[in-house]
């Protein structure tokens, strides 16, 4: 029969690899090697001292991360204050959200300014059409007295009237006394000149 096989441990010491002591058997077995050095303390404190960098480990570590623990406490139960101020205000604002009263005045102001907003609209139509009428009025006038006036045919009141989009309305009429001294007759198109030359 072959002897049972141990399991061999190494030293737990940071950096170690040097199998950890043989025990006599009972208790707990050993973690470290057989170097005075490596026990459980400098252990922790070599391990502390590869966390926090350049920064020498505590003498009074349980001291040390009391006094953490209170600040952190603190900072803590700060924010548990704001965060109680913020639900208190979270709950108005959906209370809000859900109050039928609040809605109803919401509905009331929006119909409102819609209602605004159609009478603006109204308005602006009822300025148009009476531009409109204004300006056929205008036209028919315009066309009336083109009517009553003598008229002629030029090639360049036929070029004119050759054009897309001129009014039927438009009459060229002769003015051989234009109001500038010395201007030559032409032909007057509802204020444009064409020269008939």
């Known amino acids: 029969?072959?002897?049972?096989?141990?399991?061999t441990r190494t030293c737990r010491f940071p950096?170690?690899?040097?199998?950890?002591?043989?025990?006599?058997?009972?208790?707990?077995?050993?973690?470290?090697?057989?170097d005075p050095a490596h026990n459980r303390v400098t252990a922790w404190r070599a391990r502390k001292l590869m966390q926090e960098g350049s920064r020498q480990p505590e003498s009074r570590p349980v001291d040390?991360?009391?006094?953490?623990?209170?600040?952190?406490?603190?900072?803590?139960?700060?924010?548990?204050?704001?965060?109680?101020q913020q639900m208190t205000v979270l709950l108005e604002e959906l209370?809000?959200?859900?109050?039928?009263?609040?809605?109803?005045?919401?509905l009331e102001a929006v119909s409102s300014e819609a209602a605004e907003q159609v009478a603006s609209a109204n308005a602006r139509?009822?300025?148009?059409e009476q531009a409109q009428r204004r300006a056929e009025a205008e036209r028919e006038?315009?066309?009336?007295?083109?009517?009553?006036?003598?008229c002629i045919h030029s090639p360049a009141v036929d070029d004119v009237l050759r054009r897309p989009n001129v009014p039927i309305a438009v009459i060229a009429c002769i003015?051989?006394?234009?109001s500038n001294a010395g201007s030559a007759p032409g032909v007057w198109l509802r204020g444009w000149a064409v020269d008939t030359g």
Request: proline share 8%; net charge negative.
């Open 125 to 128: 139509a009822s300025r148009a």
């Open 95 to 106: 209370r809000t959200v859900g109050d039928p009263e609040a809605v109803e005045v919401q």
């Open 175 to 178: 003015s051989s006394n234009h």
């Open 141 to 150: 006038e315009a066309d009336a007295a083109a009517v009553a006036a003598p």
């Open 1 to 7: 029969m072959s002897e049972p096989q141990t399991e």
């Open 64 to 84: 040390a991360a009391r006094q953490r623990a209170s600040v952190i406490t603190g900072q803590v139960t700060g924010m548990i204050e704001h965060l109680g």
């Open 15 to 34: 950096g170690c690899q040097r199998p950890a002591a043989l025990g006599d058997g009972t208790g707990r077995p050993p973690e470290y090697c057989d």
